[in-house]
């Protein structure tokens, strides 16, 4: 007899459910009360596992951001072809996953990783970026200095950061340009 694995068990419960991720879509949507009830289940780890074999809560898996990634800066490049066409400059602003420091060595490995290769396609499409990465990586923990403690969004001093970083980096392309 096969043994059933927890993939074909998510692919079982996948395939009975079909409506769940429309259902899910509605609910974020339309109800401000689910992202607080699914924020609190996440917190809880046995009912997180069980939200995860049924589909209401998906892992982000790296390889997967990676070819959603290598879109974005193909979508990014011809964007800014256009926006060159009306504008100076199109400056991205690079935000480090909060992943770089959550979850176990090889999720943070593989984040370094997609980060490296985002950077990489950037520079290597002549992109103009800023990568917040290197200055936020400056304090031992910059998930606990830079993010809320149940929130993947960055706190005050995570925002005050950004905007100095993206401050001070303007002003110095506008004084670049000025010369």
Do not use: C
């Amino acid at each position: 007899m096969k043994k059933e694995t927890s993939a074909s068990k998510n692919n079982y419960v996948r395939s009975t459910i079909p409506y769940l991720p429309r259902l899910k879509d509605w609910l974020h949507r339309n109800i401000s009360l689910y992202q607080f009830v699914a924020k609190i289940a996440t917190r809880d780890l046995p009912l997180t596992d069980f939200l995860k074999r049924v589909g209401v809560i998906e892992k982000v898996i790296p390889t997967a951001a990676a070819r959603t990634s290598a879109v974005s800066v193909l979508k990014t490049t011809n964007f800014n072809k256009e926006f060159k066409k009306n504008a100076d400059e199109l400056v991205i602003v690079l935000i480090p996953s909060r992943y770089l420091w959550h979850g176990n060595d090889n999720d943070r490995k593989s984040y370094q990783k997609l980060h490296n290769e985002i950077v990489s396609s950037l520079q290597n499409k002549g992109l103009m970026f800023i990568d917040l990465l290197p200055t936020f990586e400056k304090v031992e923990n910059p998930l606990s200095s830079y993010h809320f403690k149940y929130d993947g969004h960055w706190n005050k001093r995570g925002h005050l950061l950004a905007a100095e970083i993206i401050g001070n980096f303007l002003i110095s392309l506008k004084e670049n340009s000025n010369k």
